[in-house]
């Protein structure tokens, strides 16, 4: 007599548990390339939206490797494969809109948009970024700027140079930097810290219009301005270390830190670096300007999250794409991460010293997009840029890279 | 029916799985990817992903661009570090190979260590000797700071990094130098065919010689493969590479050394002793000789290993270091990164044509052998 309660108990639960179970079968897996040093921010908010949503299980797709290289090529897989991830990191921009965009594989966004009234959250240059005429294709979880200009304020003091606020400036700074024996006044590092170099160049030389009329196709590569550019960039580059090739950004940064160099261009990941790895106060230890010929200029880079055409778990890859783009989602992120949010309305206590002047200029700068990371061209024309640019600083050939960059670009789609 | 007894059905049932299977995964697969090569697929960047991709039959056009291309130098720079990679990398690998072998025949106390030591660095795989060789190879570190510990200044040379170049020549030349080679090669053939007394083949040779020798004269000068002078030469940052690779394989052509010297009977070198050989007279004319087809097969399996090399260079030089850089690097970014489907399968198949060159004779000279013995 007393067995049939807890029978029927028994039989209950398991009929909850079934029940539970079907309920928790909601699903969302997020592919990243987010680990080591980035992983601690993607976790914080992957628990906040447990906390919004505690019946799906989240599954995290990392696929690690520096800047998504790796990651992009599972990606690429995944896709053709027909089994697309819920939701990828990418890019924000012509990265996402070069690639998978034209193919016509990304779910248009713009819906959301409207519905969360991102339109005013986000700036309008952003937008413009992210966007084609279809469509909005991208939420950008957070900001970065790549136009920034470390310096080691000591050794400047040393040396007796001020901060240079022009390119054809700053060849000279570095012609006197040469004479007191500094054999190399700017660092870089391997190829792409070249190329990011080389933007920085451009857009102080070609101000913020002229670099995205070279984008959109308004300007041709050719144009004796960008060709001049170019040269101007060859100048720079005889300021640089010769061992660039073997360094990474982080032994860049290092020889800023050891006085052995004067300058770096580097976008402001380089400032968590400075102050979580080589724990230098800021404004002492290390000091920051915006590159020379920039400085009402926000050179940006995001990482945003799209939504692939025919994914599994549509309706929580939505609620995943909302979480990232509100105010808490990006306050909870930004921090750990050591980038600002996109959005204009943050809570800036949050943010370090650095991230605060950083948001500060968010708000009041011309933003424009970063060619190196994947912001203005699509990765066609990126990936092979990066030959164009080993060619030029071994060859200093003005003429000659200009027009292989014009022809990348015609065969990338945006020259004509 | 004698030829199908039960032994021979079990052999068929055996074999019949990884037939198909290779035949699926390996020559499928080449098909495809030298019918891709033949097509645009990536050209377009709004085809290249697509679900339903349009993809138009363009011929020979990727093959055309990647050898007189405007944006392609890259790719001709890496099939000349290739070249080079190949031929210090196989020489390297002989020699340290043959001596280290050398050295343990003469059966040094603790030879089993010394072996195992020697051949230790083939059980890495080539990305962990990559970055350990980075490692060392630092332009501030390792190596060139190996000077300070006796006192003297750090070294600084660029292993992994430098720009710089030797035995450069220009890539419009190519042709003519092709002609120049082959035609040099043939007048040998000629020349040889003479002394054995082969008309035909004498004069075959000596006319196809001639052809060739005439055009280089009177047309090869003109032709323009490019607009520009473009100059490739052996870049001084493969130097880096090219070590890293010798200290991996050269273990490994050790053993094989090793195994050949110790097949060669001790009667034959008691004869050469007794005939009042030397020491060297020995090596030079009873030893050597014996371990000839040791040499031809290592060299083979270097060969094929350095056409295919990725791994390595990936870990260290990186993928954008053109100076160090090599056509199956070339084939992976271009595919994976640009989304140059076409273009990749094209580097493809010229790898394929390259390996080939090493493959085929190799495995028509066994088959003969095998065909010999049975």
């Known amino acids: 007599m007393s067995k049939t309660p807890i029978k029927r108990a028994l039989l209950i639960a398991a009929a909850l548990a079934t029940a539970s179970s079907a309920l928790a079968a909601g699903k969302l897996e997020i592919f990243s390339w987010w680990s080591g040093d980035e992983g601690p921010a993607l976790e914080a908010l992957v628990k906040l939206y447990k906390e919004k949503y505690p019946t799906v299980a989240v599954d995290n797709a990392t696929v690690s490797g520096g800047a998504g290289t790796n990651a992009r090529a599972v990606l690429k897989t995944r896709m053709l494969g027909g089994t697309p991830p819920d939701s990828f990191q990418v890019h924000a921009g012509q990265e996402l809109i070069g690639t998978w965009v034209v193919a016509g594989r990304m779910e248009d966004l713009s819906s959301l948009f409207k519905s969360e009234g991102w339109s005013k959250a986000f700036p309008a240059d952003v937008l413009k970024l992210i966007s084609t005429k279809d469509g909005i294709w991208s939420v950008p979880v957070n900001v970065h700027r790549s136009n920034v200009m470390w310096y080691n304020p000591t050794k400047l003091k040393e040396w007796g140079v001020t901060v240079p606020k022009t390119w054809p400036e700053f060849i000279t700074t570095c012609a006197t930097l040469k004479k007191k024996g500094v054999a190399a006044p700017l660092v870089v590092g391997e190829n792409w810290t070249q190329q990011h170099l080389w933007e920085n160049v451009m857009i102080g030389t070609l101000g913020a219009q002229g670099w995205e009329n070279l984008w959109a196709g308004k ?195 945006f020259g004509k | 029916m004698k030829s199908l007894s039960k032994d021979r059905l079990w052999a068929i049932a055996v074999l019949t799985p990884s037939i198909i299977l290779i035949g699926i995964f390996v020559y499928y697969f080449i098909g495809r990817t030298i019918y891709v090569s033949l097509t645009d697929w990536g050209n377009d960047p709004a085809q290249a992903l697509a679900l339903n991709p349009i993809i138009r039959w363009v011929g020979l056009q990727n093959y055309t661009e990647l050898f007189t291309g405007f944006l392609q130098g890259r790719f001709r720079q890496e099939l000349v570090n290739t070249l080079f990679f190949t031929v210090f990398f196989i020489v390297g690998c002989l020699g340290v190979g043959l001596g280290l072998a050398l050295i343990l025949d003469r059966n040094p106390k603790g030879e089993g260590l010394w072996r195992t030591i020697f051949l230790f660095p083939m059980s890495l795989s080539f990305i962990v000797t990559g970055t350990i060789w980075r490692w060392m190879l630092q332009p501030q570190g390792g190596v060139n700071q190996a000077p300070t510990l006796l006192g003297g200044q750090p070294s600084s040379f660029a292993w992994l990094s430098s720009n710089d170049s030797v035995l450069k020549f220009d890539w419009n030349n190519l042709p003519l130098i092709t002609a120049a080679v082959v035609g040099a090669v043939l007048i040998v053939v000629a020349v040889r065919a003479a002394r054995e007394g082969q008309r035909t083949r004498t004069l075959v040779a000596a006319a196809c010689a001639a052809l060739l020798i005439l055009w280089a004269v009177f047309i090869g000068p003109r032709v323009r493969l490019l607009a520009a002078p473009e100059l490739h030469g052996f870049n001084f940052a493969m130097i880096g590479i090219i070590i890293a690779a010798v200290w991996q394989m050269s273990g490994y052509t050790m053993a094989l050394y090793l195994a050949g010297l110790r097949g060669i009977p001790e009667e034959l070198r008691e004869a050469a002793k007794v005939d009042g050989a030397q020491d060297a007279q020995m090596y030079r004319f009873v030893i050597f000789p014996l371990l000839s087809p040791i040499t031809l097969s290592a060299m083979i399996i270097l060969g094929h290993i350095s056409l295919k090399i990725f791994d390595l260079v990936y870990a260290m030089a990186g993928p954008d270091n053109i100076a160090a850089s090599v056509p199956a690097l070339n084939m992976y970014l271009t595919s994976f990164r640009q989304n140059q489907f076409a273009l990749g399968a094209a580097i493809g198949t010229i790898l394929l044509i390259l390996v080939a060159f090493v493959i085929v004779p190799y495995l028509a000279n066994q088959f003969k052998t095998e065909e010999g013995h049975s």
């Open chain 1, 219 to 413: 300007t041709k590569f050719t144009d004796p301005k960008v060709v001049g550019a170019f040269t101007t960039f060859g100048k720079v580059m005889d300021c640089a270390n010769k061992d660039a090739s073997g360094l990474s950004w982080q032994q860049a940064s290092d020889r800023i830190v050891s006085g052995q160099s004067a300058f770096n261009i580097m976008g402001d990941w380089a400032a968590g670096y400075f102050t979580t790895t080589k724990k230098l106060a800021p404004g002492t230890g290390f000091g920051w300007a915006t590159a020379p010929g920039t400085s009402k200029t926000f050179v940006m880079l995001a990482d945003s999250f799209g939504l692939p055409k025919g994914v599994k778990d549509r309706a929580e890859a939505m609620n995943w794409l909302k979480l990232l783009g509100s105010k808490a989602g990006q306050d909870t992120f930004n921090p750990l991460k050591g980038s600002i949010a996109a959005r204009t309305d943050s809570d800036l206590s949050k943010y370090n010293t650095y991230s605060k002047s950083a948001a500060t200029d968010w708000k009041n700068s011309k933003i424009v997009g970063s060619m190196t990371h994947g912001a203005v061209a699509p990765e066609s024309f990126t990936s092979a840029f990066g030959a164009v640019i080993d060619q030029f600083v071994s060859s200093k050939n003005s003429a000659g890279a200009a027009a292989a960059a014009q022809a990348l670009a015609v065969r990338a789609g």
